[in-house]
């Protein structure tokens, strides 16, 4: 979590409110400041720290850094060591780092640079526009590719999410039971899956009309997202549940409580109207009672999901564990 501004930090002039922040962490005040000054002068704004450790603060606290100017050459804390730290964030490991180096034209030095993660580096001294083009470029590059990530993992969202409830959907509840079944057998893990339908969904629409149907999706939606477990819309007005680690026991019980929830509560309809509602579940676990099956876990939990409509809806009832 990016934290508040901290205690030690400069902030260059000029620069547009669009254009690039960078972060010049070297312990040399004249070094920074003629960092500082080729970079405002191409455009970008500076943030300045005097250590590694003051410069590993600035970079994690703030969420505007788009580039790292850093020495190589400090006391206490080298620049391969900051370098190093800051690779090894989940906050920073992205900000893309230029090393400024007395020794770059040193196979090791190099080397190491390219090891440690560093996108470029300048050798000192070093001419200013030279400097400020390969900032400006790993800037441009990282912000071109942050808008990307972030327009894929947006797209990726958007896929896995249903529409209308917000929550996940049915592709993304195949991807988490693919992903968590695997546990199941080996670990020992129960895991279990509570079907659930609205009764009667569809006397709900023809009475009301879709507005009002859509309203009671939207409100069981909320439901199912404050009950044990993760809560699915897999379509229609078909949810699911997946617990972890829930045995027979536990399954049943939340099964139980959940159906006992929509029951007791009322959905409120676009036209301020409110509506009592019930469920029907069926509730299948991968346990111990059953050697932790987990391939046909989703059939099973369907079948109970029948047994409870055929029983009389507004109820649950467990699979035959025998």
């Known amino acids: 979590m990016r934290r508040g501004r901290p205690p030690h930090y400069t902030r260059g002039v000029g620069g547009s409110p669009d254009s690039f922040t960078v972060l010049v962490i070297d312990d040399d005040p ?51 060591t900051v370098l190093e730290q800051l690779k090894g964030s989940d906050e920073t490991r992205a900000i893309p780092v230029l090393l400024l180096t007395a020794h770059a034209n040193q196979d090791g030095d190099v080397l190491r ?76 893990r129960a895991l279990c899956l509570i079907m659930v339908d609205v009764d009667r969904f569809k006397g709900v629409n023809d009475d009301h009309g879709h507005d009002a149907g859509d309203a009671v999706l939207r409100w069981l939606g909320d439901v199912l997202a404050a009950a044990s477990g993760q809560a699915f819309r897999l379509g229609g007005e078909e949810f699911c549940l997946i617990l972890e680690e829930a045995e027979l026991a536990a399954a049943e019980r939340a099964a139980a409580e959940l159906v006992a929830a929509v029951r007791t509560g009322r959905c409120t309809l676009p036209d301020g109207s409110t509506l009592p509602l019930t469920v029907s579940a069926g509730v299948a676990v991968a346990g111990t009672h059953n050697g932790h099956a987990v391939d046909d876990l989703p059939k099973r939990a369907d079948a109970a999901l029948y047994a409870a409509k055929s029983g009389g809806r507004d109820r649950h009832v467990v699979e035959d564990a025998g």
């Open 30 to 80: 004249t070094m920074r400041e003629l960092v500082g000054a080729f970079l405002r002068k191409s455009g970008m704004q500076t943030v300045t720290a005097d250590d590694g450790p003051a410069g590993l603060e600035i970079a994690q606290a703030r969420a505007d850094i788009d580039g790292i100017v850093l020495d190589v050459m400090m006391p206490g804390m080298d620049g391969h």
């Open 113 to 188: 640079s390219i090891e440690g993660g560093a996108v470029d580096h300048v050798e000192k001294p070093f001419r200013g526009a030279i400097l400020a083009a390969k900032v400006r470029s790993m800037c441009e590059q990282y912000r071109e590719h942050s808008g990307m990530q972030a327009r894929a993992e947006t797209a990726e969202t958007m896929a896995n999410t249903d529409a209308l409830t917000g929550l996940p959907n049915r592709r993304a509840f195949d991807l988490e039971l693919a992903r968590v079944a695997p546990r199941c057998q080996p670990q020992q």
